[in-house]
């Protein structure tokens, strides 16, 4: 059984960085591409990046470009997502999530992903 655990999140100021963690279990993820999306209360789940399985290929939202850095060690099945100059705006529910066998890194939208999971909050105060 496929099973993703995020952790990492929380409560940083604005300008503050966190590092969100995602490990994997349940199957060998390297020939997966990984992404992060987040979500707040009443919108819909947008993408934040994605990495392709040789972990070479990045694709990010305009919104956190240059900010945020995703990368993936795949001996131990984990994928991160460092977050720097975090703004208020960032404030959400981060998920972890599987991409396509053999895919690129790219900008995908959630239901083209396939296993996902459960989130952790990260809070930007002003």
């Known amino acids: 059984q496929v099973q993703l655990v995020e952790s990492g999140g929380g409560l940083v100021q604005a300008g503050g960085s966190l590092r969100l963690s995602c490990a994997a279990s349940?199957?060998?993820?390297?020939?997966?591409?990984m992404g992060w999306f987040r979500q707040t209360p009443g919108k819909e789940r947008e993408f934040v990046a994605a990495?392709?399985?040789?972990?070479?290929?990045?694709y990010y939202a305009d919104s956190v470009k240059g900010r945020f850095t995703i990368s993936r060690d795949s001996a131990k099945n984990t994928n991160y997502l460092q977050m720097n100059s975090l703004k208020p705006e960032d404030t959400a529910v981060y998920y972890c999530?599987?991409?396509?066998?053999?895919?690129?890194?790219?900008?995908?939208?959630?239901?083209?992903?396939?296993?996902w999971g459960k989130g952790t909050l990260v809070t930007v105060s002003s």
């Open positions: 349940g199957r060998t993820f390297s020939n997966y591409a």
């Open positions: 999530a599987v991409g396509p066998k053999y895919g690129t890194a790219y900008y995908y939208t959630p239901s083209a992903m396939n296993d």
């Open positions: 990495i392709g399985r040789s972990g070479v290929s990045t």
